[in-house]
């Protein structure tokens, strides 16, 4: 499906599955807030577990301490004072936060000392007593029986019966401080609408953390006291029950028989979820809008740069080499860009060289081959021609024409083939150890009969006498003949032309200069290029395909050299040429019985390279 989707299109579809997830949120707002509501929920029954758990190990500690308080009391009676028991009695309070007064009574409930004063509802009723004596020896208990009447209860006893031998020894009683009791409390729910409260097994406030005046008002403004939990509910039973728009949960602390009971305002924790639900759907609208901002950074820094490139590709398979991205940038798609522009305009100039090649080609074998055929026409209108002398000398005429035309089409199919071997990988050298010195003093000599008929002074000149190094004569004859033959085409008459050989510590270095017109700076980097011809400026015209520079230096780097040029305009040029100064291994040294100076070949190679400057000289 997704095979051959645009790039466009692949981004636009995260934007439709954003929308689909939005709409899909709109929907399902009701649910999702059901779902909160019951996370909510869960939330606030861990907060009433914790201060159930929390309250009824403190009740624990309260009988814990209390029986081992009773239990010393009853040993050391009736060895020690009441003064001092009393003492033991304050330990208890001090070991226990949240205590206010302790008390200490016989098996019949009849109290021996304390600690302060108890008024008389402050003490154990005589049905509680008998409860202790019937075996339950942990009682908790409040002497205030009206319940739900938002009033704080500060008289609650937690007592202990002392039990030893199987037998009630007596009682140990302790008063509650509530109100450290419940700030203790009260720091476990932080949240400012959350009410707690802990009531005893009748449904009986004990205390809690906030008014119950908040919780709800009368129509008029006035506050009421209500109760959130209907009374049906035993306070040994968890539920949870709505009422009054609120929520609330009856937590059963089970250890002692009592409930914690925990409210909060619907509207006011919703709101909350409301307002996260109005924040990721805000936030859902700007992610939209940030992606659309992408999208349209994407479509200008991306999407567009690329549709451009494939275009120009496009036109460049239809042969259209004018194509361009004309994309301007510094990134990398648009780096890409411009270095296809730029390819793109080397790829035009070079098929503009190779047509012009082309057309010089043309032109190069047409021109040889009219003046062959033309000769050939006049050949035979010389039969006609009944002085054998006459005859002979306008034969011999037409027969140097057409050898040096030939030797023109030889020239050119050699440079084309060579070129081609060297393109293809297929351009070997012959290596051998040859005196580079005589070699190129051989070459240059042999050719100065040629420079002399143009007028031009040939001048060889060498700083060391010899130098053996490894070569392969042929190239370095068809450099040198190429490398003259162009100056031979640029230098007036009267002008001057100058082979010089110098050498470095490992290298030779070999120069040809000339007083011709030189080359200007700007040709300078191209005259080595494939069809490129230097003097498309100059005016002069020679003949010549524009390949002859660059077999130069395809010769010169298969001797591991290089070449480079210098030049000035109406000043002269000078091409130098650095070869490596080594040899090859069994190989002869002796140039002068492997190479003879001037050989008829040498003679035919030099009338072959010479070709389109003049006819042949004998």
């Given at each position: 499906?997704?095979?051959?989707?645009?790039?466009?299109?692949?981004?636009?579809?995260?934007?439709?599955?954003?929308?689909?997830?939005?709409?899909?949120?709109?929907?399902?707002?009701?649910?999702?807030?059901?779902?909160?509501?019951?996370?909510?929920?869960?939330?606030?029954?861990?907060?009433?577990?914790?201060?159930?758990?929390?309250?009824?190990?403190?009740?624990?500690?309260?009988?814990?301490?209390?029986?081992?308080?009773?239990?010393?009391?009853?040993?050391?009676?009736?060895?020690?004072?009441?003064?001092?028991?009393?003492?033991?009695?304050?330990?208890?309070?001090?070991?226990?936060?949240?205590?206010?007064?302790?008390?200490?009574?016989?098996?019949?409930?009849?109290?021996?000392?304390?600690?302060?004063?108890?008024?008389?509802?402050?003490?154990?009723?005589?049905?509680?007593?008998?409860?202790?004596?019937?075996?339950?020896?942990?009682?908790?208990?409040?002497?205030?029986?009206?319940?739900?009447?938002?009033?704080?209860?500060?008289?609650?006893?937690?007592?202990?019966?002392?039990v030893q031998d199987g037998q009630l020894k007596g009682i140990v009683t302790a008063l509650l401080d509530f109100n450290k009791i419940n700030e203790h409390l009260a720091n476990m729910i932080p949240?400012?609408?959350?009410?707690?409260?802990?009531?005893?097994?009748?449904?009986?406030?004990?205390?809690?953390?906030?008014?119950?005046?908040?919780?709800?008002?009368?129509?008029?403004?006035?506050?009421?006291?209500?109760?959130?939990?209907?009374?049906?509910?035993?306070?040994?039973?968890?539920?949870?029950?709505?009422?009054?728009?609120?929520?609330?949960?009856?937590?059963?602390?089970?250890?002692?028989?009592?409930?914690?009971?925990?409210?909060?305002?619907?509207?006011?924790?919703?709101?909350?979820?409301?307002?996260?639900?109005?924040?990721?759907?805000?936030?859902?609208?700007?992610?939209?809008?940030?992606?659309?901002?992408?999208?349209?950074?994407?479509?200008?820094?991306?999407?567009?740069?690329?549709?451009?490139?494939?275009?120009?590709?496009?036109?460049?398979?239809?042969?259209?080499?004018?194509?361009?991205?004309?994309?301007?940038?510094?990134?990398?798609?648009?780096?890409?860009?411009?270095?296809?522009?730029?390819?793109?305009?080397?790829?035009?100039?070079?098929?503009?060289?190779?047509?012009?090649?082309?057309?010089?080609?043309?032109?190069?074998?047409?021109?040889?081959?009219?003046?062959?055929?033309?000769?050939?026409?006049?050949?035979?209108?010389?039969?006609?021609?009944?002085?054998?002398?006459?005859?002979?000398?306008?034969?011999?005429?037409?027969?140097?024409?057409?050898?040096?035309?030939?030797?023109?089409?030889?020239?050119?199919?050699?440079?084309?083939?060579?070129?081609?071997?060297?393109?293809?990988?297929?351009?070997?050298?012959?290596?051998?150890?040859?005196?580079?010195?005589?070699?190129?003093?051989?070459?240059?000599?042999?050719?100065?009969?040629?420079?002399?008929?143009?007028?031009?002074?040939?001048?060889?000149?060498?700083?060391?006498?010899?130098?053996?190094?490894?070569?392969?004569?042929?190239?370095?004859?068809?450099?040198?003949?190429n490398l003259i033959s162009n100056a031979i085409k640029f230098t007036d008459e009267n002008g001057e032309i100058t082979v010089r050989i110098s050498e470095k510590e490992e290298s030779i270095l070999?120069?040809?200069?000339?007083?011709?017109?030189?080359?200007?700076?700007?040709?300078?980097?191209?005259?080595?290029?494939?069809?490129?011809?230097?003097?498309?400026?100059?005016?002069?015209?020679?003949?010549?395909?524009?390949?002859?520079?660059?077999?130069?230096?395809?010769?010169?780097?298969?001797?591991?050299?290089?070449?480079?040029?210098?030049?000035?305009?109406?000043?002269?040029?000078?091409?130098?040429?650095?070869?490596?100064?080594?040899?090859?291994?069994?190989?002869?040294?002796?140039?002068?019985?492997?190479?003879?100076?001037?050989?008829?070949?040498?003679?035919?190679?030099?009338?072959?390279?010479?070709?389109?400057?003049?006819?042949?000289?004998?």
């Open positions: 499906m997704f095979k051959h989707m645009s790039v466009r299109k692949s981004l636009l579809f995260p934007i439709l599955i954003l929308l689909f997830i939005y709409i899909v949120s709109i929907y399902f707002t009701s649910n999702i807030c059901r779902q909160l509501t019951s996370s909510v929920i869960n939330n606030y029954e861990k907060l009433a577990y914790n201060v159930s758990t929390t309250f009824s190990r403190y009740i624990e500690t309260i009988w814990a301490t209390e029986e081992m308080v009773g239990r010393y009391i009853n040993n050391s009676l009736p060895k020690s004072e009441n003064s001092e028991l009393s003492e033991y009695l304050k330990l208890l309070i001090s070991r226990v936060n949240g205590i206010q007064k302790a008390a200490y009574l016989n098996a019949n409930g009849q109290l021996l000392f304390y600690t302060d004063n108890y008024n008389d509802d402050e003490l154990l009723t005589l049905s509680q007593i008998n409860e202790i004596k019937n075996g339950n020896t942990k009682l908790i208990t409040c002497f205030t029986t009206n319940s739900y009447d938002g009033s704080v209860m500060n008289n609650v006893n937690v007592a202990r019966g002392i949240e400012k609408d959350v009410f707690f409260s802990i009531t005893d097994n009748n449904g009986a406030v004990i205390f809690h953390n906030k008014d119950f005046s908040f919780l709800s008002r009368n129509t008029d403004g006035s506050e009421a006291v209500t109760v959130f939990l209907d009374e049906s509910v035993a306070p040994d039973k968890f539920a949870v029950i709505e009422k009054d728009s609120l929520v609330g949960m009856n937590y059963p602390i089970s250890s002692i028989g009592w409930a914690c009971r925990v409210s909060f305002k619907y509207n006011s924790v919703m709101s909350s979820l409301y307002d996260n639900i109005a924040f990721n759907l805000i936030t859902l609208f700007v992610l939209i809008l940030v992606f659309v901002y992408v999208l349209a950074y994407l479509n200008r820094r991306i999407i567009r740069p690329v549709n451009s490139l494939k275009n120009a590709i496009d036109k460049f398979i239809n042969k259209d080499y004018s194509a361009r991205t004309n994309i301007k940038g510094f990134d990398e798609i648009l780096l890409t860009c411009r270095a296809f522009d730029q390819m793109a305009e080397c790829i035009e100039h070079l098929y503009l060289c190779k047509s012009q090649f082309n057309a010089n080609l043309t032109h190069e074998i047409k021109t040889p081959l009219n003046v062959i055929f033309a000769s050939v026409q006049l050949i035979e209108n010389y039969k006609s021609i009944t002085n054998p002398e006459v005859y002979k000398a306008k034969i011999s005429n037409q027969m140097k024409i057409i050898r040096q035309n030939c030797y023109r089409l030889i020239r050119l199919t050699s440079n084309i083939l060579d070129i081609t071997k060297h393109d293809n990988g297929f351009l070997k050298i012959k290596l051998n150890n040859y005196d580079i010195v005589k070699l190129v003093r051989n070459i240059t000599e042999s050719i100065k009969k040629y420079t002399e008929a143009k007028g031009i002074d040939l001048v060889f000149s060498s700083e060391p006498e010899s130098s053996i190094i490894a070569c392969d004569p042929d190239m370095i004859e068809r450099i040198i003949l070999l120069s040809v200069k000339d007083t011709g017109i030189g080359i200007p700076q700007s040709k300078l980097n191209c005259i080595f290029e494939r069809f490129k011809q230097a003097d498309e400026t100059l005016n002069r015209n020679p003949d010549g395909t524009g390949i002859g520079l660059s077999l130069v230096k395809a010769f010169v780097e298969a001797h591991n050299g290089n070449i480079s040029v210098k030049s000035e305009v109406m000043k002269g040029t000078e091409f130098i040429i650095e070869l490596p100064k080594k040899t090859v291994d069994n190989k002869t040294n002796d140039i002068e019985n492997q190479r003879p100076a001037l050989s008829p070949n040498d003679i035919s190679r030099i009338n072959i390279e010479f070709s389109d400057i003049y006819p042949e000289l004998e």
